[in-house]
């Protein structure tokens, strides 16, 4: 069922070429907006406050990146959320280096709080102290395990009523509770370790993130899956990581249906990180 959720999510993007505004860092806007477009997406990196009520009114999602912060990029970003609101549209938050300064980390939760429809995808470090646990990082680095912030991001579903998706070597997806349905958590294994040696790979996964939110695939799930599953096809074929990142384009253009069904490594599970599905 997981399966096909994805691939048709992923049939639904390539047909609806949706428009994804990305208010996001210097360090991976080139990237972001290559990954987005290799994956069949519309991406526009806007920024400016006087355009962002006409983005937000024909765009599918917003992602917002703090990865390069500073007094006047915390207020566009805000306002930025509160036209997504009004148009009801859904927001994805990469809280990059919460944890790390106290303006990282309070600007984190300004920004969680005011969104109406969220998505928080963000490394286990980021997640924890978000949730305002103790995190172990190194600046934008993580030093907890992935696993070590499923606790954290529960508690991110129920405060700010968001699904969470956690970035590690196995990747958690954490969605809210429902009328009728309790929290749900996957344990995703696809992943390959030299993608840790690009910068902006978790950027990447924001914004594909947002790209599926915009065609309504807001759990997070069908981005993490997919950009996972490149990662080791591309690895394959790379000879390092600048290889790699050329490799991880071509990949999520050329991506096929087969492969998702014979690599996708998916398991439910508890709180506990117990296996119950």
């Known amino acids: 069922m997981h399966k096909q959720h994805i691939i048709d999510a992923l049939h639904t993007l390539k047909t609806q070429k949706p428009l994804v505004v990305n208010i996001t860092n210097y360090v991976v806007m080139n990237n972001t907006a290559n990954a987005l477009l290799a ?3 519309s991406p526009i990196m806007a920024h400016s406050r006087q355009e962002m009520t006409d983005m937000m009114s024909i765009a599918g999602a917003l992602v917002i990146n703090i990865g390069t912060l500073d007094s ?12 997504a609101n009004i148009h009801h549209k859904v927001v994805v938050l990469d809280p990059v280096g919460c944890g790390a300064s106290t303006l990282r980390t309070n600007t984190s939760r300004r920004f969680a709080k005011l969104a109406d429809r969220l998505i928080i995808r963000g490394n286990s470090s980021e997640i924890i102290a978000l949730a305002g646990e103790n995190a172990k ?10 696993q070590d912030a499923i606790k954290a991001a529960i508690t991110l579903t129920e405060v700010f009523a968001a699904n969470v998706v956690i970035s590690g070597a196995t990747d958690y997806i954490i969605n809210k509770a429902t009328k009728g349905k309790p929290v749900t958590i996957f344990a995703l294994d696809n992943d390959h370790s030299m993608m840790s040696l690009i910068t902006g790979m978790g950027c990447s996964l924001s914004a594909l993130t947002g790209a599926f939110a ?6 997070g799930l069908a981005a993490a899956a997919i950009l996972g599953i490149v990662g080791e096809i591309a690895a394959e074929k790379a000879k390092g990581p600048g290889s790699l990142q050329v490799a991880i384009l071509d990949t999520l253009y050329s991506l096929e249906k087969a492969e998702i069904n014979e690599r996708l490594k998916l398991t439910a599970i508890d709180a506990s990180g117990w296996i119950i599905g």
Request: glycine share 10%; charged share 25%; net charge negative.
């Open 72 to 83: 006047e990029w915390i207020e566009r970003m805000a306002f930025a959320i509160e036209q």
């Open 39 to 41: 994956l069949g997406a």
């Open 214 to 219: 915009a065609v309504g695939e807001t759990t």
């Open 137 to 146: 990082s190194k600046g934008v680095d993580a030093l907890d395990s992935s």
